[in-house]
């Protein structure tokens, strides 16, 4: 029995696993490689296979090296928060429209509350609380950094009309 709740539980976390790792690629392929490469819509495809295949062999190393299936689910669940926030900031203040402060939000999340897990949620306080805080915080910094690339807003100058 113990094996079939087992099985259950990690055929359950691939699932979610190969979706949010597909998802990834994509976007690591869209966001990043695409916009400083320029490639050909073949390389572009060959490109996002490679990525498919790292981003779904680095989760199998961080397996070995963490067993506890169970606690790595809820650590799952946390991650998954992280872009619950970030959703939810972009949706509800729209002042805070900077790709750049999500996507850094989003990768310094699943930094930070990897580490903590790893750590062993040091001060009694759970990753699922680093999780919710992270992105958050990190987008509040975003807002305070000017970005360089941002499109400044043209100065309005007055036209006068003269008289023919």
Request: proline content about 7%; aromatic content about 10%; glycine content about 4%.
């Amino acid at each position: 029995m113990a094996g079939l709740v087992t099985t259950s539980l990690v055929a359950s976390i691939f699932i979610s696993v190969s979706t949010v790792a597909l998802a990834i690629a994509s976007l690591i392929v869209k966001d990043f490689y695409v916009p400083y490469y320029n490639p050909t819509p073949e390389k572009e495809m060959k490109m996002t296979r490679v990525f498919s295949l790292i981003i779904g062999f680095l989760p199998l190393v961080f397996v070995l090296l963490v067993p506890e299936v169970l606690k790595l689910s809820f650590f799952t669940r946390a991650i998954r928060l992280s872009i619950s926030v970030v959703a939810m900031i972009a949706f509800y203040l729209p002042f805070f429209n900077s790709a750049r402060g999500a996507n850094a939000s989003l990768i310094a999340a699943c930094v930070v509350t990897s580490v903590w897990y790893v750590i062993g949620n040091p001060f009694g306080i759970d990753n699922m609380y680093v999780a919710l805080a992270t992105p958050a915080i990190v987008m509040c910094l975003d807002r305070l950094i000017p970005n360089k690339n941002a499109p400044r807003p043209e100065k309005k100058t007055s036209v006068t009309q003269t008289g023919a």
